[in-house]
Protein backbone atom coordinates (compact mmCIF):
# COMPACT_ATOMS: atom_id res chain seq x y z
CA UNK A 1 0.00 0.00 0.00
CA UNK A 2 1.09 3.26 -0.17
CA UNK A 3 -0.46 6.77 0.45
CA UNK A 4 -3.18 7.11 -2.16
CA UNK A 5 -5.55 4.60 -0.50
CA UNK A 6 -8.77 5.71 1.42
CA UNK A 7 -9.80 9.03 2.66
CA UNK A 8 -11.94 7.82 5.42
CA UNK A 9 -11.52 10.58 8.16
CA UNK A 10 -10.25 7.80 10.42
CA UNK A 11 -8.77 11.11 12.12
CA UNK A 12 -11.04 13.88 11.15
CA UNK A 13 -10.95 16.64 13.33
CA UNK A 14 -7.85 16.12 15.41
CA UNK A 15 -4.25 17.77 15.64
CA UNK A 16 -1.53 16.12 15.41
CA UNK A 17 2.34 16.43 15.59
CA UNK A 18 4.77 14.66 13.76
CA UNK A 19 8.76 15.34 14.64
CA UNK A 20 11.07 14.61 11.84
CA UNK A 21 8.45 15.69 8.98
CA UNK A 22 10.90 15.92 6.94
CA UNK A 23 12.96 13.19 5.24
CA UNK A 24 16.73 12.54 4.30
CA UNK A 25 17.50 13.41 0.49
CA UNK A 26 16.74 10.78 -1.76
CA UNK A 27 14.52 8.84 -3.43
CA UNK A 28 11.29 6.27 -1.54
CA UNK A 29 9.24 7.88 1.38
CA UNK A 30 10.78 8.40 5.25
CA UNK A 31 8.01 7.30 7.90
CA UNK A 32 7.69 10.44 9.36
CA UNK A 33 6.81 12.44 6.03
CA UNK A 34 4.02 9.00 5.47
CA UNK A 35 2.93 9.22 8.43
CA UNK A 36 2.17 12.78 8.58
CA UNK A 37 0.76 12.62 4.68
CA UNK A 38 -1.44 9.60 5.75
CA UNK A 39 -2.63 11.70 8.96
CA UNK A 40 -3.68 14.47 7.23
CA UNK A 41 -5.32 12.38 4.39
CA UNK A 42 -7.17 10.93 6.70
CA UNK A 43 -8.84 14.72 8.13
CA UNK A 44 -6.23 15.72 11.03
CA UNK A 45 -3.93 19.17 10.91
CA UNK A 46 -0.80 18.54 11.05
CA UNK A 47 2.26 20.85 12.84
CA UNK A 48 5.15 19.19 10.63
CA UNK A 49 8.97 19.22 13.47
CA UNK A 50 12.05 19.13 11.71
CA UNK A 51 15.73 21.18 12.16
CA UNK A 52 15.76 21.10 8.54
CA UNK A 53 12.36 22.72 8.11
CA UNK A 54 13.30 22.80 4.15
CA UNK A 55 13.06 18.85 4.01
CA UNK A 56 9.49 19.29 5.84
CA UNK A 57 7.96 22.44 3.71
CA UNK A 58 8.37 19.69 1.13
CA UNK A 59 6.02 17.47 3.20
CA UNK A 60 3.94 20.78 3.53
CA UNK A 61 3.28 21.27 0.34
CA UNK A 62 2.18 17.55 -0.31
CA UNK A 63 -0.02 17.55 1.82
CA UNK A 64 -1.76 21.00 1.02
CA UNK A 65 -2.03 20.12 -2.55
CA UNK A 66 -3.72 17.18 -1.11
CA UNK A 67 -6.43 19.52 0.39
CA UNK A 68 -5.02 19.02 3.60
CA UNK A 69 -3.72 21.82 6.37
CA UNK A 70 -0.37 21.66 7.68
CA UNK A 71 2.39 24.00 8.82
CA UNK A 72 6.37 23.72 9.75
CA UNK A 73 7.87 24.36 12.99
CA UNK A 74 11.39 24.48 12.73
CA UNK A 75 12.88 23.00 15.56
CA UNK A 76 15.19 20.42 17.60
CA UNK A 77 13.61 17.72 19.45
CA UNK A 78 16.69 17.38 22.09
CA UNK A 79 16.23 21.36 23.15
CA UNK A 80 13.61 21.52 25.74
CA UNK A 81 11.87 25.54 24.50
CA UNK A 82 11.93 23.82 20.74
CA UNK A 83 9.95 21.26 22.25
CA UNK A 84 7.75 23.42 24.28
CA UNK A 85 7.27 26.19 20.61
CA UNK A 86 6.30 22.79 18.99
CA UNK A 87 3.30 22.03 21.36
CA UNK A 88 2.16 26.28 21.29
CA UNK A 89 2.23 26.24 17.91
CA UNK A 90 -0.24 23.26 17.38
CA UNK A 91 -2.19 25.14 19.90
CA UNK A 92 -1.88 28.87 18.32
CA UNK A 93 -2.76 27.29 14.72
CA UNK A 94 -5.10 24.63 15.37
CA UNK A 95 -6.30 25.60 18.91
CA UNK A 96 -5.43 22.01 20.44
CA UNK A 97 -3.26 19.10 20.51
CA UNK A 98 -4.22 15.29 20.32
CA UNK A 99 -1.55 13.44 18.72
CA UNK A 100 2.21 13.24 18.79
CA UNK A 101 4.16 10.90 16.66
CA UNK A 102 7.64 10.75 17.90
CA UNK A 103 9.37 9.84 14.85
CA UNK A 104 12.63 11.05 15.01
CA UNK A 105 15.38 9.01 14.87
CA UNK A 106 19.21 8.98 14.25
CA UNK A 107 21.00 5.68 14.14
CA UNK A 108 25.20 5.10 14.41
CA UNK A 109 26.37 1.24 13.67
CA UNK A 110 28.86 -0.02 16.36
CA UNK A 111 29.60 -2.40 18.95
CA UNK A 112 29.65 -0.37 22.77
CA UNK A 113 33.97 -0.73 22.13
CA UNK A 114 33.06 0.98 19.07
CA UNK A 115 31.13 3.51 20.41
CA UNK A 116 32.77 6.96 22.04
CA UNK A 117 30.77 8.52 25.05
CA UNK A 118 30.14 11.17 22.81
CA UNK A 119 28.39 9.15 20.33
CA UNK A 120 26.75 7.12 23.09
CA UNK A 121 25.16 10.11 24.59
CA UNK A 122 24.37 11.66 21.43
CA UNK A 123 22.15 8.53 20.49
CA UNK A 124 20.14 8.61 23.91
CA UNK A 125 19.62 12.39 23.25
CA UNK A 126 18.22 12.16 20.04
CA UNK A 127 16.57 8.95 19.92
CA UNK A 128 15.30 8.74 23.88
CA UNK A 129 16.07 12.15 25.50
CA UNK A 130 13.64 13.56 22.62
CA UNK A 131 10.54 11.22 23.70
CA UNK A 132 10.95 12.56 27.13
CA UNK A 133 11.19 16.16 26.18
CA UNK A 134 8.46 16.69 23.63
CA UNK A 135 5.91 14.25 25.59
CA UNK A 136 6.29 15.82 28.82
CA UNK A 137 5.03 19.51 26.60
CA UNK A 138 2.31 17.58 24.80
CA UNK A 139 0.78 15.32 27.83
CA UNK A 140 -0.56 18.98 29.43
CA UNK A 141 -1.89 20.29 26.30
CA UNK A 142 -3.58 17.08 25.48
CA UNK A 143 -4.79 16.22 28.70
CA UNK A 144 -6.44 19.96 28.51
CA UNK A 145 -8.14 18.84 25.38
CA UNK A 146 -9.60 15.96 27.10
CA UNK A 147 -7.21 13.09 25.90
CA UNK A 148 -4.73 12.53 23.17
CA UNK A 149 -2.44 9.59 21.76
CA UNK A 150 0.91 9.18 21.69
CA UNK A 151 2.86 7.78 19.05
CA UNK A 152 6.94 6.26 19.88
CA UNK A 153 8.79 4.98 16.51
CA UNK A 154 11.05 2.65 17.62
CA UNK A 155 13.20 0.01 16.17
CA UNK A 156 13.96 -3.54 14.93
CA UNK A 157 16.67 -3.00 17.15
CA UNK A 158 15.12 -2.57 20.57
CA UNK A 159 13.90 -6.29 20.23
CA UNK A 160 17.01 -7.96 18.26
CA UNK A 161 20.54 -7.66 18.08
CA UNK A 162 21.52 -5.67 15.11
CA UNK A 163 24.50 -4.28 15.65
CA UNK A 164 24.01 -0.67 16.68
CA UNK A 165 24.30 -0.84 20.51
CA UNK A 166 23.60 2.44 21.50
CA UNK A 167 21.03 3.06 18.92
CA UNK A 168 19.73 -0.12 20.39
CA UNK A 169 19.57 0.60 23.69
CA UNK A 170 17.69 3.79 22.96
CA UNK A 171 15.05 2.36 21.04
CA UNK A 172 14.31 -0.31 23.77
CA UNK A 173 14.69 2.06 26.44
CA UNK A 174 11.41 3.85 24.08
CA UNK A 175 9.43 0.86 24.53
CA UNK A 176 10.33 1.49 28.63
CA UNK A 177 9.04 4.46 28.66
CA UNK A 178 5.81 3.83 26.55
CA UNK A 179 4.53 1.74 29.28
CA UNK A 180 5.42 3.91 32.25
CA UNK A 181 4.01 6.49 30.65
CA UNK A 182 0.75 4.85 29.56
CA UNK A 183 0.15 3.80 33.22
CA UNK A 184 0.55 7.06 34.51
CA UNK A 185 -1.33 9.12 31.58
CA UNK A 186 -3.74 6.46 31.14
CA UNK A 187 -5.95 8.32 33.60
CA UNK A 188 -6.44 11.55 31.70
CA UNK A 189 -7.02 9.79 28.60
CA UNK A 190 -3.72 9.73 27.04
CA UNK A 191 -2.54 6.82 24.83
CA UNK A 192 1.09 6.11 24.76
CA UNK A 193 1.97 3.14 22.12
CA UNK A 194 4.90 2.00 20.13
CA UNK A 195 5.36 1.25 16.09
CA UNK A 196 8.79 -0.96 15.57
CA UNK A 197 9.77 -0.83 12.09
CA UNK A 198 12.46 -3.76 10.71
CA UNK A 199 13.95 -3.01 7.94
CA UNK A 200 12.26 -0.61 5.68
CA UNK A 201 13.20 1.45 2.78
CA UNK A 202 13.19 4.90 3.18
CA UNK A 203 15.74 7.32 1.74
CA UNK A 204 17.98 7.82 4.65
CA UNK A 205 18.64 3.72 4.61
CA UNK A 206 19.68 3.95 1.23
CA UNK A 207 22.34 6.66 2.09
CA UNK A 208 23.69 4.75 5.24
CA UNK A 209 24.51 1.37 3.03
CA UNK A 210 25.85 3.50 0.39
CA UNK A 211 28.29 5.31 3.12
CA UNK A 212 29.02 1.79 4.64
CA UNK A 213 29.70 0.21 1.01
CA UNK A 214 26.99 -2.14 1.31
CA UNK A 215 25.66 -3.53 -1.75
CA UNK A 216 21.99 -2.43 -1.29
CA UNK A 217 20.72 -4.91 -4.01
CA UNK A 218 22.07 -7.94 -2.09
CA UNK A 219 20.98 -6.61 1.11
CA UNK A 220 17.07 -6.28 -0.84
CA UNK A 221 17.72 -9.64 -2.43
CA UNK A 222 18.72 -11.40 1.03
CA UNK A 223 15.46 -9.65 2.79
CA UNK A 224 13.39 -11.59 -0.07
CA UNK A 225 14.70 -14.53 0.20
CA UNK A 226 14.86 -14.60 4.48
CA UNK A 227 11.79 -12.45 5.41
CA UNK A 228 8.45 -14.48 5.34
CA UNK A 229 6.97 -11.62 3.49
CA UNK A 230 10.28 -11.15 1.49
CA UNK A 231 8.98 -12.08 -1.80
CA UNK A 232 5.57 -10.30 -1.56
CA UNK A 233 6.30 -6.97 -0.36
CA UNK A 234 9.14 -4.60 0.54
CA UNK A 235 8.56 -2.47 3.81
CA UNK A 236 8.56 1.09 3.23
CA UNK A 237 7.61 4.42 5.20
CA UNK A 238 4.30 3.62 4.21
CA UNK A 239 3.68 0.68 6.34
CA UNK A 240 5.12 2.23 9.34
CA UNK A 241 2.78 5.32 8.98
CA UNK A 242 -0.10 2.68 8.41
CA UNK A 243 0.43 1.54 12.12
CA UNK A 244 0.66 4.70 13.68
CA UNK A 245 -2.37 6.17 11.74
CA UNK A 246 -4.57 3.46 13.54
CA UNK A 247 -2.78 4.19 16.95
CA UNK A 248 -3.62 7.62 16.33
CA UNK A 249 -7.00 6.88 15.57
CA UNK A 250 -9.75 6.39 17.87
CA UNK A 251 -9.85 2.51 16.04
CA UNK A 252 -7.36 2.14 19.27
CA UNK A 253 -8.74 3.47 21.49
CA UNK A 254 -8.90 0.67 24.31
CA UNK A 255 -5.13 -0.28 23.65
CA UNK A 256 -2.23 1.49 25.61
CA UNK A 257 1.62 0.85 26.40
CA UNK A 258 1.32 -1.85 23.25
CA UNK A 259 4.26 -2.27 20.45
CA UNK A 260 3.04 -2.77 16.81
CA UNK A 261 5.63 -4.34 14.62
CA UNK A 262 6.06 -3.93 10.95
CA UNK A 263 9.38 -6.00 10.05
CA UNK A 264 7.61 -8.31 7.67
CA UNK A 265 7.83 -11.21 9.94
CA UNK A 266 11.74 -10.49 10.55
CA UNK A 267 11.10 -10.92 14.65
CA UNK A 268 9.53 -14.10 14.48
CA UNK A 269 11.71 -15.87 12.16
CA UNK A 270 14.78 -17.87 13.94
CA UNK A 271 17.59 -16.62 12.15
CA UNK A 272 19.03 -20.37 11.78
CA UNK A 273 15.96 -21.82 10.16
CA UNK A 274 15.52 -18.47 7.71
CA UNK A 275 19.25 -19.39 6.33
CA UNK A 276 18.58 -22.46 5.73
CA UNK A 277 15.79 -21.93 3.90
CA UNK A 278 17.26 -19.08 2.39
CA UNK A 279 16.97 -18.92 -1.74
CA UNK A 280 17.69 -16.17 -3.97
CA UNK A 281 14.79 -14.58 -6.24
CA UNK A 282 14.59 -16.52 -9.18
CA UNK A 283 15.46 -19.84 -7.88
CA UNK A 284 12.43 -22.37 -7.84
N1 LIG B 1 14.39 3.31 7.87
C1 LIG B 1 14.43 2.20 8.57
O1 LIG B 1 14.74 1.08 8.08
C2 LIG B 1 14.11 2.28 10.04
C3 LIG B 1 14.20 1.11 10.78
C4 LIG B 1 13.89 1.16 12.13
C5 LIG B 1 13.51 2.37 12.71
N2 LIG B 1 13.45 3.50 11.96
C6 LIG B 1 13.06 4.74 12.63
O2 LIG B 1 12.15 5.47 11.84
C7 LIG B 1 12.33 6.88 12.10
C8 LIG B 1 12.51 7.68 10.82
O3 LIG B 1 13.46 7.08 10.00
P1 LIG B 1 13.71 7.65 8.53
O4 LIG B 1 14.66 6.71 7.88
O5 LIG B 1 12.41 7.94 7.87
O6 LIG B 1 14.47 9.04 8.89
P2 LIG B 1 14.90 10.32 8.03
O7 LIG B 1 16.30 10.60 8.43
O8 LIG B 1 14.60 10.20 6.57
O9 LIG B 1 13.93 11.46 8.58
C9 LIG B 1 14.10 11.97 9.82
C10 LIG B 1 13.85 13.49 9.80
O10 LIG B 1 14.12 13.88 11.14
C11 LIG B 1 14.82 15.10 11.12
N3 LIG B 1 15.58 15.20 12.37
C12 LIG B 1 16.68 14.49 12.71
N4 LIG B 1 17.10 14.85 13.94
C13 LIG B 1 16.24 15.81 14.38
C14 LIG B 1 16.14 16.57 15.57
N5 LIG B 1 17.03 16.42 16.57
N6 LIG B 1 15.11 17.44 15.70
C15 LIG B 1 14.20 17.62 14.69
N7 LIG B 1 14.26 16.92 13.53
C16 LIG B 1 15.27 16.03 13.38
C17 LIG B 1 15.68 15.06 9.87
O11 LIG B 1 16.02 16.38 9.42
C18 LIG B 1 14.77 14.30 8.88
O12 LIG B 1 14.02 15.21 8.09
C19 LIG B 1 13.52 6.98 13.04
O13 LIG B 1 13.07 7.05 14.39
C20 LIG B 1 14.25 5.68 12.81
O14 LIG B 1 15.06 5.32 13.92
C21 LIG B 1 13.74 3.49 10.64
New binding site residues.
Given amino acids: MTGAEGNSGRVAGKVAIV??????DGPG??????TAILLARHGADIVL????PA??ELTRAEIEEAGGRAVVFA?????SA?CARAVHTALDRFGRLDVLI??????QPGSILDTDEQTWDRMQQ??LK?VYLMSRRAIPAMTAGGGGSIVN?????ALRAIGFAA?SAA?GGMISLSQEMAAAHGPQGIRVNVV??????????KGASEKLGQDLQRIRDTAAAVLPLGRVTV?T?WD?GWAALFFASDESQWITGQVLTADGGASVTLPAVALAGLRLPGDS
Avoid: L, M, W
Fill in positions: TGGGQAIGTGKAVDRERAGDVTDDNNVGVSINSVSSIGYKVPGSVQTPRTGGI
